[in-house]
C-alpha cells in the first residue's frame, strides 16, 4: 500500500497557517508598541494642553458650523 504524497506549496501553506501567521505579527506589533510607547511622565505642559484644547474646539466649532458665509 502507498501512501498518497502531498504537495505542499506555497498556496496550501498559506491557506492552513495564514491566519496563525497573521496573528503571530499582530502579537509582535502590539509588544513592539507596548515596549516602545512615551513615558507618560513626560506629559504635555500645561500651556501645550490649553492651546491644544482651544484649537480642538475652534476645529470643531468651524466643522459644525452651519453659516455657508463662514464655512
Sequence with gaps: MYWKVRN??????????GVHAALAVSVL???LLLLT???PSAAI???EQKRFAEFARQVT???LDGSYISY
Design 61 to 63: 466649532q468651524h466643522l
Design 29 to 31: 506589533m502590539n509588544i
Design 45 to 47: 505642559v500645561k500651556q
Design 37 to 39: 510607547r512615551p513615558n
Design 8 to 17: 505542499l506549496g506555497p498556496e496550501h501553506l498559506v491557506r492552513q497557517y
